[in-house]
């Protein structure tokens, strides 16, 4: 096939006078044998552009990724976070929910229980300045509780969530 190329090239070149004397200069052969080869590297270029190379054990290669570079908002730069790092916010564990009707409350003393919606070991909710933001366990450290984060809540499942507890209120 590249034979058949090269011939092509060689009579587009030199034209049909050099065919009738049927002899080609040594500098026109090299300059064809060059251009052949050329072409040939950027065919073999161009289709490992195209397909990604296959290893011997049949793994594929596939070109490098360059990640996205990291907005300076977000990297910690002399703007975005930084400047809202300090600001405090009220944080908020919720046990629970329960629904009590004014007497009920009234009728509140030391020792009561208040049933809630959750059972024991249920994961607790955890909102910051009264938006929720993630979920997790209760734990028991030297006399003290805390909460052992399990689980962050995305803003779509944080807008699902309030879509819920606006239909519970109705």
Do not use: W
Not at 35 to 42: G, I, V
């Amino acid at each position: 096939m590249a034979d058949l190329e090269l011939s092509e090239a060689i009579s587009e070149e030199l034209g049909e006078d050099s065919n009738d004397a049927g002899m080609i200069s040594q500098s026109d052969l090299d300059a064809l044998i060059a251009a052949s080869q050329e072409s040939s590297t950027e065919k073999s270029l161009s289709e490992e552009q195209e397909m990604p190379r296959s290893s011997p054990a049949g793994l594929v290669d596939f070109p490098e990724f360059a990640p996205p570079p990291v907005p300076e908002a977000i990297s910690g730069g002399s703007g975005g976070l930084n400047r809202v790092r300090d600001i405090p916010l009220e944080v908020t564990v919720e046990l629970g929910r329960t629904r009590l009707l004014i007497r009920d409350i009234l009728d509140l003393s030391p020792g009561s229980i208040i049933e809630l919606d959750k059972l024991a070991g249920e994961p607790v909710d955890l909102f910051a300045n009264g938006m929720l933001v993630a979920r997790g366990e209760v734990i028991v450290i030297d006399d003290n509780f805390g909460v052992r984060v399990t689980e962050i809540i995305t803003a779509a499942e944080r807008s699902s969530s309030e879509k819920d507890l606006h239909a519970l209120a109705a």
